[in-house]
Nanobody, 122 residues
Framework: QVPLVESGGGSVQAGGSLRLSCART????????LGWFRQPPGKEREWVAC????????AYADSVKGRFSISQDNAQNTVFLLMNSLKPEDTAMYYC???????????????WGQGTQVTVSS
């Protein structure tokens, strides 16, 4: 079973919005940080945002600060990434991850979803 399941990707014009969802399974319940990464075509996977499930504290990469918002549902089983004012450079495969800290290095996270594609056209 896939530990994390992303949804909500799609194609949008620049300036538009999308909301991504990440549903976590019981395999990830021992990991209290959920995060979003993205991987543009031909580039490295980069950290976007994270949330601490217990308190809801969040952190963002400078490139998305003020435009993206990470949140969780009341049951703490689903994490959302609301993306506003999208730019063509936001085009990437977006991945959800679960881990024991909000680490900006992708290989420090323990569980991953399969990804959802976001394409922003100019």
């Amino acid at each position: 079973q896939v530990p994390l399941v992303e949804s909500g990707g799609g194609s949008v014009q620049a300036g538009g919005s999308l909301r991504l969802s990440c549903a976590r399974t019981r395999y990830t319940y021992s990991r209290h940080y959920l995060g979003w990464f993205r991987q543009p075509p031909g580039k490295e996977r980069e950290w976007v945002a994270c949330v601490y499930i217990g308190t809801g504290n969040t952190a963002y990469a400078d490139s998305v600060k003020g435009r993206f918002s990470i949140s969780q549902d009341n049951a703490q089983n689903t994490v959302f990434l609301l993306m506003n004012s999208l730019k063509p450079e936001d085009t990437a495969m977006y991945y959800c991850a679960a881990g024991t800290s909000c680490n900006t290095l992708w290989d420090r996270w323990d569980y991953w979803g399969q990804g959802t594609q976001v394409t922003v056209s100019s």
